[in-house]
Structures are given as structure tokens and as C-alpha cells.
């Protein structure tokens, strides 16, 4: 396991790095769970970046992700990507669900980003298993890291104590 993975349990909207990923809807305009959060804590030019985006490119479909600032945060970017809805696995919400880790970590290191903390996406109003959820971060995480040099840590952040317990169960073993 790349020594760069951490785990902290708590609110996201609260980390000091250089960007916090969103998990986001396709229409980028602010949810609930912990997009309602970071929308929240961010106010109104997070929103107004997102209409921005919309916009020009119509949304975000599953699996793929953009970036704006990160508003009145803690940290300085935010990036939104969309988990896929948990539909009995037959919709490539696997592939989907990776793509998300993979195409954040992608447009982190394209903004210079440093440090990046990970919500457990998919895993609560979409409904995504968080054993299978949690496998797929840890793997494409790790795999993305063992191509870069760029990044200094990659942080999951579990607000839910079961995702803290699986995290930590495979951080500890893997
Ligand atoms: N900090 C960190 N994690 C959080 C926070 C927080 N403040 N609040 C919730 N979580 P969810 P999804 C965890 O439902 O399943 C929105 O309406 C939560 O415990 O936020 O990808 C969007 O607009 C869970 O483990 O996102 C979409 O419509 C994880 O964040 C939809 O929900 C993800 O739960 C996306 O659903």
C-alpha cells in the first residue's frame, strides 16, 4: 500500500488540502449528502462555477469529473465527479465507480494538486456497496500512485463509522 494513503473519519467539508473531491449529480447543481455539505460550507461561487460548467458542457455524466474552486473551504479546489446509482451491479457501476477515484486523481495532478481527500462516493443516497465500494477506491487509488510522483497524500474520508471500520480493515491488511 502506498504510504501516501491516510484514513481520517469526520466532515470533509472541514480538511485543509489543496482539493476536496464531490460526490456530485449529473447536473452539478448541489444535492444532498455531502454535496449539500460542500455546497454549503463553499457558498455561491461554487454553484456559480458549476452553472459555468454547465453551461459550456451540459453537466457531468457518471464516472467523470470537473473542478472548480473551493469557494469560502478550507481548500482550494474542489473536485466534482459522479458516482454511478447502485442498480444491482448491472449497469457498469464498477467501471463507473473507478473511473470516478481515476479521472479526480487525473485532473488533481493536471491543477498541480498536492493533497486530495476522497468522500466515499456512491456509498450513501446512490447506495453502492461500501465493502465493494471501498475495494475499488483502495485498488485504483494505489494503482494511480504507483505511476506518480506529483501527489503527497491522498486522504479517504469516512463520515460513517462502517466505511471507517471497512477502510481501515483494508488499509491495515493490504
Ligand atoms: N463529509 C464527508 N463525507 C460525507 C459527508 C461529509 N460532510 N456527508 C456525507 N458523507 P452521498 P452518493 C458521506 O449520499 O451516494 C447527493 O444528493 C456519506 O456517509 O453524499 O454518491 C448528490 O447530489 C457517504 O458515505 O453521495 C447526488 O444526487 C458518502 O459521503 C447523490 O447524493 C457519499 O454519500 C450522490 O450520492
Redesign the pocket.
Known amino acids: 500500500m502506498d504510504t501516501r494513503i491516510k484514513l481520517f473519519q469526520g466532515?470533509?467539508?472541514f480538511l485543509l488540502v489543496d482539493a476536496i473531491v464531490n460526490?456530485?449529480?449529473t447536473s452539478l447543481l448541489?444535492?444532498?449528502?455531502?454535496?449539500?455539505?460542500i455546497h454549503r460550507a463553499g457558498g455561491q461561487a461554487i454553484l456559480d462555477e458549476c452553472i459555468a460548467i454547465r453551461n459550456k458542457q451540459g453537466g457531468c455524466k457518471a464516472g467523470e469529473a470537473v473542478i472548480t474552486t473551493g469557494g469560502k473551504l478550507p481548500a482550494t479546489y474542489v473536485i466534482h465527479t459522479v458516482?454511478p446509482v447502485w442498480n444491482n451491479g448491472k449497469n457498469q457501476e464498477t467501471r463507473l465507480l473507478a473511473n470516478c477515484y481515476r479521472n479526480s486523481l487525473q485532473i488533481a495532478v493536471e491543477n498541480n494538486i498536492k493533497t486530495i481527500a476522497f468522500?466515499?462516493?456512491?456509498?450513501?443516497?446512490?447506495r453502492f456497496p461500501k465493502t465493494d465500494a471501498a475495494y475499488i477506491a483502495v485498488d485504483v487509488v494505489n494503482e494511480f500512485l504507483a505511476n506518480n510522483t506529483t501527489l503527497d497524500q491522498v486522504v479517504f474520508?469516512c463520515?460513517?463509522e462502517e466505511?471507517f471500520n471497512i477502510y481501515k480493515e483494508i488499509l491495515e491488511t493490504v
Open positions: 466532515d470533509i467539508t460526490a456530485a449529480n448541489g444535492g444532498g449528502g455531502v454535496d449539500g455539505a458516482g468522500p466515499n462516493i456512491s456509498t450513501g443516497i446512490y474520508v463520515y460513517d466505511n
